[in-house]
Protein backbone atom coordinates (compact mmCIF):
# COMPACT_ATOMS: atom_id res chain seq x y z
CA UNK A 1 0.00 0.00 0.00
CA UNK A 2 1.47 3.50 -0.73
CA UNK A 3 2.30 5.58 2.11
CA UNK A 4 0.50 8.51 2.85
CA UNK A 5 3.52 10.64 2.95
CA UNK A 6 4.00 9.47 -0.74
CA UNK A 7 0.51 9.86 -1.51
CA UNK A 8 0.41 13.50 -0.57
CA UNK A 9 4.38 13.99 -1.94
CA UNK A 10 2.05 12.93 -5.60
CA UNK A 11 -0.54 15.64 -4.94
CA UNK A 12 2.10 18.13 -4.51
CA UNK A 13 4.14 17.86 -7.24
CA UNK A 14 0.79 17.33 -9.62
CA UNK A 15 -0.26 20.72 -8.39
CA UNK A 16 3.17 22.61 -8.32
CA UNK A 17 3.19 22.84 -5.03
CA UNK A 18 6.70 21.51 -3.23
CA UNK A 19 8.57 24.35 -4.16
CA UNK A 20 6.53 27.17 -2.72
CA UNK A 21 5.55 25.16 0.48
CA UNK A 22 8.53 26.80 2.80
CA UNK A 23 6.82 30.42 1.60
CA UNK A 24 3.30 29.29 2.12
CA UNK A 25 4.44 27.52 5.77
CA UNK A 26 6.00 31.07 7.24
CA UNK A 27 3.30 32.85 5.82
CA UNK A 28 1.28 31.09 8.08
CA UNK A 29 3.10 30.71 11.05
CA UNK A 30 3.46 34.09 11.06
CA UNK A 31 -0.23 35.36 10.15
CA UNK A 32 -1.00 36.64 13.87
CA UNK A 33 2.49 37.67 14.99
CA UNK A 34 6.67 36.11 15.05
CA UNK A 35 7.98 33.84 17.01
CA UNK A 36 11.33 33.87 18.71
CA UNK A 37 13.70 34.25 15.47
CA UNK A 38 15.93 31.27 16.06
CA UNK A 39 12.57 28.93 16.79
CA UNK A 40 11.43 30.77 13.40
CA UNK A 41 14.60 29.76 11.28
CA UNK A 42 14.88 26.36 12.61
CA UNK A 43 11.06 25.66 11.50
CA UNK A 44 11.66 27.21 8.19
CA UNK A 45 14.97 25.43 7.92
CA UNK A 46 13.30 21.88 8.41
CA UNK A 47 10.44 22.92 6.18
CA UNK A 48 12.84 23.47 3.16
CA UNK A 49 14.74 20.28 3.95
CA UNK A 50 11.50 18.45 3.78
CA UNK A 51 10.89 20.12 0.56
CA UNK A 52 13.78 18.85 -0.99
CA UNK A 53 13.09 15.39 -0.20
CA UNK A 54 9.85 15.56 -1.32
CA UNK A 55 11.07 16.98 -4.46
CA UNK A 56 13.87 14.02 -4.55
CA UNK A 57 11.04 11.88 -3.89
CA UNK A 58 13.30 10.44 -0.54
CA UNK A 59 10.24 11.72 2.01
CA UNK A 60 8.60 9.26 4.39
CA UNK A 61 6.52 8.30 6.49
CA UNK A 62 8.86 9.87 9.61
CA UNK A 63 8.30 13.33 7.59
CA UNK A 64 4.42 12.71 8.12
CA UNK A 65 3.79 15.33 11.09
CA UNK A 66 5.83 18.04 9.76
CA UNK A 67 4.03 17.54 6.53
CA UNK A 68 1.75 17.83 8.12
CA UNK A 69 2.01 20.94 9.98
CA UNK A 70 3.32 22.41 6.98
CA UNK A 71 0.38 21.39 4.63
CA UNK A 72 -1.92 22.65 7.38
CA UNK A 73 -0.90 25.95 7.64
CA UNK A 74 0.33 26.24 4.15
CA UNK A 75 -3.48 26.19 3.58
CA UNK A 76 -3.35 22.58 2.17
CA UNK A 77 -5.39 20.98 4.67
CA UNK A 78 -7.95 19.62 1.76
CA UNK A 79 -5.20 17.58 0.46
CA UNK A 80 -4.36 16.05 4.08
CA UNK A 81 -8.08 14.98 4.43
CA UNK A 82 -8.26 13.72 0.89
CA UNK A 83 -5.32 11.19 2.06
CA UNK A 84 -7.48 10.08 5.05
CA UNK A 85 -4.75 12.22 7.39
CA UNK A 86 -5.54 13.97 10.46
CA UNK A 87 -5.12 17.86 10.78
CA UNK A 88 -6.51 19.92 13.12
CA UNK A 89 -10.70 20.35 11.49
CA UNK A 90 -10.68 24.08 11.46
CA UNK A 91 -8.54 26.40 10.11
CA UNK A 92 -7.46 29.04 12.86
CA UNK A 93 -6.03 31.25 9.93
CA UNK A 94 -9.11 31.49 8.36
CA UNK A 95 -11.85 33.54 9.47
CA UNK A 96 -15.23 32.80 11.00
CA UNK A 97 -17.27 33.09 7.77
CA UNK A 98 -14.28 31.35 5.60
CA UNK A 99 -14.68 27.90 8.15
CA UNK A 100 -18.69 28.03 8.28
CA UNK A 101 -18.70 26.46 4.99
CA UNK A 102 -15.16 24.13 4.80
CA UNK A 103 -15.13 21.58 7.66
CA UNK A 104 -11.41 20.42 7.77
CA UNK A 105 -10.28 16.88 8.82
CA UNK A 106 -10.95 13.36 6.48
CA UNK A 107 -14.45 12.20 6.16
CA UNK A 108 -14.73 8.46 7.16
CA UNK A 109 -16.22 6.26 4.24
CA UNK A 110 -18.46 4.54 6.07
CA UNK A 111 -20.17 5.69 10.08
CA UNK A 112 -19.24 4.04 12.68
CA UNK A 113 -22.12 2.85 14.18
CA UNK A 114 -23.58 0.57 17.04
CA UNK A 115 -25.96 -2.23 17.44
CA UNK A 116 -27.13 -1.10 21.13
CA UNK A 117 -28.94 2.70 21.40
CA UNK A 118 -28.66 5.17 24.44
CA UNK A 119 -32.01 7.26 25.68
CA UNK A 120 -31.14 10.96 25.89
CA UNK A 121 -33.99 14.02 26.32
CA UNK A 122 -36.61 11.36 25.30
CA UNK A 123 -35.26 10.39 22.53
CA UNK A 124 -33.07 7.20 20.91
CA UNK A 125 -29.54 7.81 20.26
CA UNK A 126 -26.67 5.72 18.76
CA UNK A 127 -23.32 6.27 20.78
CA UNK A 128 -23.44 9.07 23.01
CA UNK A 129 -20.63 11.32 21.46
CA UNK A 130 -21.02 14.11 20.39
CA UNK A 131 -19.61 17.84 19.48
CA UNK A 132 -20.75 20.57 21.81
CA UNK A 133 -22.01 24.35 20.82
CA UNK A 134 -18.81 25.75 18.89
CA UNK A 135 -17.73 26.61 15.60
CA UNK A 136 -17.05 22.66 14.86
CA UNK A 137 -20.67 22.88 15.01
CA UNK A 138 -21.58 26.35 12.71
CA UNK A 139 -23.53 24.92 9.79
CA UNK A 140 -24.76 22.77 7.86
CA UNK A 141 -21.94 21.79 6.09
CA UNK A 142 -20.67 20.96 9.58
CA UNK A 143 -23.23 19.10 10.87
CA UNK A 144 -23.10 16.54 7.85
CA UNK A 145 -19.29 15.88 8.40
CA UNK A 146 -19.54 15.22 12.22
CA UNK A 147 -22.83 12.70 11.47
CA UNK A 148 -20.26 10.74 8.70
CA UNK A 149 -17.72 10.77 11.43
CA UNK A 150 -19.38 9.09 13.96
CA UNK A 151 -20.63 12.25 16.17
CA UNK A 152 -24.18 11.63 17.32
CA UNK A 153 -25.23 14.34 19.69
CA UNK A 154 -24.65 17.76 17.78
CA UNK A 155 -25.44 21.13 19.20
CA UNK A 156 -25.58 23.66 16.25
CA UNK A 157 -23.16 26.37 17.44
CA UNK A 158 -24.59 29.53 19.73
CA UNK A 159 -26.74 31.74 17.16
CA UNK A 160 -28.04 35.02 18.41
CA UNK A 161 -31.55 37.26 17.52
CA UNK A 162 -29.45 39.63 15.12
CA UNK A 163 -26.47 39.25 13.09
CA UNK A 164 -23.15 40.00 15.19
CA UNK A 165 -19.65 40.19 13.67
CA UNK A 166 -16.47 37.98 15.65
CA UNK A 167 -13.72 39.37 17.55
CA UNK A 168 -11.19 40.32 15.48
CA UNK A 169 -8.41 37.26 14.42
CA UNK A 170 -7.09 35.43 15.95
CA UNK A 171 -9.95 33.62 17.55
CA UNK A 172 -8.64 30.13 18.64
CA UNK A 173 -5.15 28.73 19.58
CA UNK A 174 -3.51 25.88 21.15
CA UNK A 175 -2.58 26.14 24.37
CA UNK A 176 0.54 23.80 23.83
CA UNK A 177 1.57 24.40 27.33
CA UNK A 178 -1.39 23.38 29.09
CA UNK A 179 -0.99 19.26 28.78
CA UNK A 180 -2.30 18.19 32.56
CA UNK A 181 -5.79 19.13 34.07
CA UNK A 182 -6.10 22.78 35.96
CA UNK A 183 -7.44 21.67 39.63
CA UNK A 184 -11.16 22.63 39.58
CA UNK A 185 -11.47 26.30 40.30
CA UNK A 186 -8.23 27.07 40.21
CA UNK A 187 -7.42 30.48 38.46
CA UNK A 188 -5.83 29.86 35.34
CA UNK A 189 -3.63 32.17 33.62
CA UNK A 190 -2.51 30.93 30.47
CA UNK A 191 0.49 31.28 27.96
CA UNK A 192 -0.38 30.53 24.43
CA UNK A 193 1.40 31.46 21.36
CA UNK A 194 -0.88 31.46 18.17
CA UNK A 195 1.34 29.53 16.87
CA UNK A 196 1.54 26.93 18.92
CA UNK A 197 1.09 23.63 17.57
CA UNK A 198 -0.44 20.54 18.83
CA UNK A 199 -0.22 16.92 17.12
CA UNK A 200 -3.47 15.99 15.51
CA UNK A 201 -4.80 12.77 17.47
CA UNK A 202 -2.45 14.03 20.78
CA UNK A 203 -5.19 13.46 23.81
CA UNK A 204 -3.27 16.71 26.06
CA UNK A 205 -4.91 18.86 23.79
CA UNK A 206 -5.96 21.83 25.41
CA UNK A 207 -6.75 25.40 23.50
CA UNK A 208 -8.11 28.54 24.27
CA UNK A 209 -10.83 30.72 22.11
CA UNK A 210 -12.13 34.29 21.94
CA UNK A 211 -14.38 34.63 19.03
CA UNK A 212 -17.42 36.28 20.95
CA UNK A 213 -20.38 34.72 19.62
CA UNK A 214 -20.35 35.40 16.12
CA UNK A 215 -23.98 35.02 13.99
CA UNK A 216 -25.51 35.34 10.85
CA UNK A 217 -28.51 36.96 10.52
CA UNK A 218 -31.20 35.15 11.86
CA UNK A 219 -32.86 34.85 8.02
CA UNK A 220 -29.54 33.12 6.99
CA UNK A 221 -28.99 30.88 10.01
CA UNK A 222 -32.46 29.65 10.49
CA UNK A 223 -32.38 28.54 7.04
CA UNK A 224 -29.37 26.63 7.19
CA UNK A 225 -30.86 25.32 10.36
CA UNK A 226 -33.74 23.40 9.02
CA UNK A 227 -31.33 22.09 6.18
CA UNK A 228 -29.19 20.48 9.45
CA UNK A 229 -31.81 19.66 11.00
CA UNK A 230 -32.90 17.69 7.79
CA UNK A 231 -29.50 16.11 7.54
CA UNK A 232 -29.66 14.11 10.90
CA UNK A 233 -31.07 10.94 11.03
CA UNK A 234 -32.39 8.47 13.87
CA UNK A 235 -29.62 8.06 15.34
CA UNK A 236 -28.56 11.66 16.20
CA UNK A 237 -30.12 14.62 18.06
CA UNK A 238 -29.46 17.95 16.99
CA UNK A 239 -29.33 20.53 19.57
CA UNK A 240 -29.31 24.33 18.97
CA UNK A 241 -27.46 26.54 21.03
CA UNK A 242 -29.09 30.54 21.40
CA UNK A 243 -27.60 33.33 23.23
CA UNK A 244 -30.05 36.30 24.13
CA UNK A 245 -28.34 40.42 24.72
CA UNK A 246 -29.33 43.39 25.22
CA UNK A 247 -31.57 45.45 27.88
CA UNK A 248 -34.40 43.03 28.06
CA UNK A 249 -32.04 39.81 28.54
CA UNK A 250 -34.72 37.38 29.09
CA UNK A 251 -36.95 38.39 26.04
CA UNK A 252 -34.37 38.41 23.79
CA UNK A 253 -32.94 34.70 24.81
CA UNK A 254 -36.93 33.98 24.25
CA UNK A 255 -37.12 35.72 21.09
CA UNK A 256 -34.45 33.41 19.32
CA UNK A 257 -35.18 30.31 21.11
CA UNK A 258 -38.62 30.26 19.43
CA UNK A 259 -36.83 31.41 16.04
CA UNK A 260 -34.21 28.00 16.49
CA UNK A 261 -38.36 26.27 17.16
CA UNK A 262 -39.50 27.77 14.29
CA UNK A 263 -36.31 26.57 12.13
CA UNK A 264 -37.25 22.89 13.31
CA UNK A 265 -34.64 22.57 16.74
CA UNK A 266 -36.02 19.57 18.72
CA UNK A 267 -33.92 20.77 21.62
CA UNK A 268 -32.87 24.19 22.50
CA UNK A 269 -29.59 24.75 24.41
CA UNK A 270 -28.99 27.95 26.37
CA UNK A 271 -25.75 29.67 26.37
CA UNK A 272 -25.88 30.83 30.15
CA UNK A 273 -21.95 30.52 30.33
CA UNK A 274 -20.58 32.66 27.51
CA UNK A 275 -16.81 34.01 29.02
CA UNK A 276 -16.05 35.49 25.65
CA UNK A 277 -19.06 37.94 25.75
CA UNK A 278 -17.46 42.20 25.28
CA UNK A 279 -19.10 45.28 26.89
CA UNK A 280 -17.33 48.69 27.23
CA UNK A 281 -16.05 47.80 30.19
CA UNK A 282 -14.42 44.21 28.93
CA UNK A 283 -14.80 40.67 28.90
CA UNK A 284 -18.22 40.07 31.26
CA UNK A 285 -18.18 37.24 33.70
CA UNK A 286 -20.69 34.45 32.50
CA UNK A 287 -24.39 35.02 32.94
CA UNK A 288 -24.63 31.93 35.09
CA UNK A 289 -22.54 33.41 37.62
CA UNK A 290 -26.05 35.67 38.91
CA UNK A 291 -28.46 32.86 39.37
CA UNK A 292 -31.59 35.03 39.55
CA UNK A 293 -31.31 36.41 36.11
CA UNK A 294 -30.35 33.07 34.93
CA UNK A 295 -33.45 31.58 36.61
CA UNK A 296 -35.59 34.43 35.38
CA UNK A 297 -33.90 33.33 31.54
CA UNK A 298 -34.84 30.16 31.68
CA UNK A 299 -38.65 30.90 32.99
CA UNK A 300 -39.15 33.45 30.52
CA UNK A 301 -37.89 31.21 27.31
CA UNK A 302 -39.78 27.84 29.04
CA UNK A 303 -43.16 29.73 28.65
CA UNK A 304 -42.43 30.51 25.27
CA UNK A 305 -41.47 27.50 23.73
CA UNK A 306 -44.13 25.09 22.82
CA UNK A 307 -44.36 22.46 25.58
CA UNK A 308 -42.55 19.45 23.32
CA UNK A 309 -39.40 21.46 22.22
CA UNK A 310 -36.57 20.15 25.02
CA UNK A 311 -34.62 22.96 26.52
CA UNK A 312 -31.23 22.47 27.81
CA UNK A 313 -29.46 25.37 30.14
CA UNK A 314 -25.67 25.53 29.79
CA UNK A 315 -23.75 26.34 32.72
CA UNK A 316 -20.10 27.09 33.34
CA UNK A 317 -17.95 25.39 36.29
CA UNK A 318 -19.60 26.94 39.64
CA UNK A 319 -18.64 25.79 43.19
CA UNK A 320 -20.15 23.98 45.40
CA UNK A 321 -22.28 26.93 46.75
CA UNK A 322 -23.47 28.64 43.39
CA UNK A 323 -24.03 24.87 41.92
CA UNK A 324 -26.15 23.74 45.04
CA UNK A 325 -28.16 27.27 44.77
CA UNK A 326 -28.97 27.13 41.15
CA UNK A 327 -29.94 23.20 40.52
CA UNK A 328 -32.73 23.40 42.07
CA UNK A 329 -34.77 26.34 40.60
CA UNK A 330 -33.28 24.93 37.25
CA UNK A 331 -34.40 21.49 37.82
CA UNK A 332 -38.20 22.07 37.26
CA UNK A 333 -37.91 24.55 34.20
CA UNK A 334 -35.56 21.99 31.72
CA UNK A 335 -35.23 18.76 30.17
CA UNK A 336 -31.35 18.71 30.44
CA UNK A 337 -28.55 20.92 32.24
CA UNK A 338 -25.17 21.09 29.50
CA UNK A 339 -21.49 21.78 31.25
CA UNK A 340 -18.96 23.01 31.61
CA UNK A 341 -17.91 25.75 29.08
CA UNK A 342 -14.78 27.03 28.81
CA UNK A 343 -13.34 28.32 31.76
CA UNK A 344 -12.34 32.22 31.72
CA UNK A 345 -8.89 32.66 32.00
CA UNK A 346 -6.09 35.16 31.50
CA UNK A 347 -4.47 34.05 27.97
CA UNK A 348 -0.97 36.08 27.46
CA UNK A 349 1.62 35.16 24.32
CA UNK A 350 5.27 34.29 25.83
CA UNK A 351 5.85 37.70 25.27
CA UNK A 352 3.67 38.82 27.89
CA UNK A 353 1.00 40.64 25.36
CA UNK A 354 -2.24 39.49 25.22
CA UNK A 355 -2.74 36.46 22.54
CA UNK A 356 -5.84 37.93 21.50
CA UNK A 357 -5.18 41.33 21.27
CA UNK A 358 -7.14 43.88 23.26
CA UNK A 359 -9.04 40.88 25.09
CA UNK A 360 -7.41 39.68 28.12
CA UNK A 361 -9.72 37.07 28.82
CA UNK A 362 -11.05 33.91 26.96
CA UNK A 363 -12.12 30.47 27.08
CA UNK A 364 -9.96 27.63 28.10
CA UNK A 365 -11.04 24.42 27.40
CA UNK A 366 -8.96 20.43 26.43
CA UNK A 367 -7.25 18.94 29.31
CA UNK A 368 -6.87 22.08 31.39
CA UNK A 369 -10.08 22.01 32.12
CA UNK A 370 -10.54 17.73 32.30
CA UNK A 371 -10.49 17.58 36.42
CA UNK A 372 -13.00 20.77 36.64
CA UNK A 373 -16.12 19.00 34.24
CA UNK A 374 -15.56 15.86 36.17
CA UNK A 375 -15.95 17.73 39.60
CA UNK A 376 -18.76 19.75 38.20
CA UNK A 377 -20.42 16.47 36.55
CA UNK A 378 -20.11 14.53 39.52
CA UNK A 379 -21.63 17.50 41.98
CA UNK A 380 -24.43 17.75 39.29
CA UNK A 381 -25.45 14.23 38.76
CA UNK A 382 -25.61 14.08 42.83
CA UNK A 383 -27.70 17.52 43.96
CA UNK A 384 -30.07 15.45 40.57
CA UNK A 385 -30.44 12.08 42.22
CA UNK A 386 -31.01 14.10 45.84
CA UNK A 387 -33.84 16.50 44.62
CA UNK A 388 -35.90 13.87 43.40
CA UNK A 389 -36.41 16.08 39.71
CA UNK A 390 -35.29 14.35 36.48
CA UNK A 391 -33.21 16.15 33.74
CA UNK A 392 -30.42 14.57 31.45
CA UNK A 393 -26.69 16.00 31.76
CA UNK A 394 -24.64 16.77 28.62
CA UNK A 395 -21.19 16.48 29.95
CA UNK A 396 -18.36 18.00 28.66
CA UNK A 397 -15.12 19.61 29.34
CA UNK A 398 -11.16 17.47 28.81
CA UNK A 399 -12.74 14.47 26.52
CA UNK A 400 -9.77 13.78 24.42
CA UNK A 401 -9.89 10.24 24.58
CA UNK A 402 -12.43 7.08 25.23
CA UNK A 403 -10.97 7.13 28.89
CA UNK A 404 -11.45 10.80 29.38
CA UNK A 405 -15.10 10.10 27.45
CA UNK A 406 -15.98 7.20 29.83
CA UNK A 407 -15.60 8.76 32.83
CA UNK A 408 -17.72 11.91 32.20
CA UNK A 409 -20.66 8.69 30.94
CA UNK A 410 -19.60 6.62 34.82
CA UNK A 411 -20.24 9.93 36.05
CA UNK A 412 -23.53 9.68 35.22
CA UNK A 413 -23.73 11.64 31.95
CA UNK A 414 -26.38 10.86 29.21
CA UNK A 415 -24.54 12.19 26.67
CA UNK A 416 -20.72 13.77 26.39
CA UNK A 417 -19.20 15.85 24.25
CA UNK A 418 -16.33 17.23 23.06
CA UNK A 419 -14.98 20.64 21.14
CA UNK A 420 -10.98 20.94 22.12
CA UNK A 421 -9.92 17.19 21.63
CA UNK A 422 -12.30 16.85 18.18
CA UNK A 423 -10.55 19.90 16.93
CA UNK A 424 -7.09 17.88 17.76
CA UNK A 425 -8.81 14.60 16.29
CA UNK A 426 -12.06 14.65 14.31
CA UNK A 427 -11.78 11.02 14.24
CA UNK A 428 -11.79 10.87 18.37
CA UNK A 429 -16.04 9.59 17.87
CA UNK A 430 -14.57 6.48 15.91
CA UNK A 431 -12.06 5.38 18.53
CA UNK A 432 -14.80 5.96 21.37
CA UNK A 433 -17.14 3.93 19.49
CA UNK A 434 -14.64 1.55 18.85
CA UNK A 435 -13.58 0.67 21.90
CA UNK A 436 -16.48 1.40 23.89
CA UNK A 437 -19.25 0.68 21.64
CA UNK A 438 -20.33 -2.63 22.80
CA UNK A 439 -19.19 -2.21 26.90
CA UNK A 440 -20.53 1.37 28.16
C1 LIG B 1 -13.60 27.42 19.61
C2 LIG B 1 -14.70 27.22 20.60
C3 LIG B 1 -15.90 27.88 20.44
C4 LIG B 1 -16.93 27.70 21.36
N1 LIG B 1 -18.13 28.31 21.15
C5 LIG B 1 -19.15 28.07 22.00
C6 LIG B 1 -20.44 28.60 21.75
O1 LIG B 1 -20.68 29.30 20.76
N2 LIG B 1 -21.43 28.31 22.64
C7 LIG B 1 -21.23 27.53 23.74
O2 LIG B 1 -22.16 27.29 24.52
N3 LIG B 1 -20.01 27.00 23.99
C8 LIG B 1 -18.98 27.25 23.15
N4 LIG B 1 -17.76 26.66 23.38
C9 LIG B 1 -17.56 25.79 24.56
C10 LIG B 1 -17.71 24.31 24.23
O3 LIG B 1 -19.02 24.02 23.79
C11 LIG B 1 -17.39 23.44 25.48
O4 LIG B 1 -18.32 23.74 26.47
C12 LIG B 1 -16.00 23.68 26.03
O5 LIG B 1 -15.10 23.90 24.97
C13 LIG B 1 -15.48 22.53 26.90
O6 LIG B 1 -15.26 21.38 26.13
P1 LIG B 1 -13.82 20.90 25.59
O7 LIG B 1 -12.90 20.82 26.77
O8 LIG B 1 -14.11 19.60 24.93
O9 LIG B 1 -13.35 21.94 24.60
C14 LIG B 1 -16.72 26.84 22.47
C15 LIG B 1 -15.51 26.17 22.61
C16 LIG B 1 -14.50 26.33 21.70
C17 LIG B 1 -13.21 25.58 21.88
Known sequence: MTSPTRQLRDDLVGRGLVEGLPAAFLAGITRFGRPPQAELDALTAEVTALAGRLSAGTADDGDLP??????????????LAGRGVLSPMYDVLGGF????????????????????????????????????????????????????????VLTYKTVRGRAHPPNEQPNWAFAARETASLAPGAPAD?????WDWVEPGSSTVSSVNSFGVPSPEPEEWMADLARAVAAVGD???????????????????????????????????????????L?????????????????????????????RTGLVAKLSWLDERQLAALVPRLAPLVDGIAGINTVQSRVRRSDGTPTFPGRELAGLSGIAVRDPALDFTRRLVALRDAGGVHFDVLAM????????????????????????????????????????????
Open 190 to 194: VVADP
Open 97 to 152: RDNLARPLGPRLAERPVTARRWRLLGRTIGFPIGIPACVLNGSEAWVRHNVANGWN
Open 66 to 79: LLTRALYLGGHADL
Open 279 to 307: SAAGVKPPLCLDPDATVAVVEHVRRALDD
Open 397 to 440: GGVTDPASFEALFVAGAGAVQSAAGAFADPLLAQKCTIELGETL
Open 235 to 277: EQLLLVSVMGEGEDLAADFARTALMAQEAGAAVVELNLSCPNT
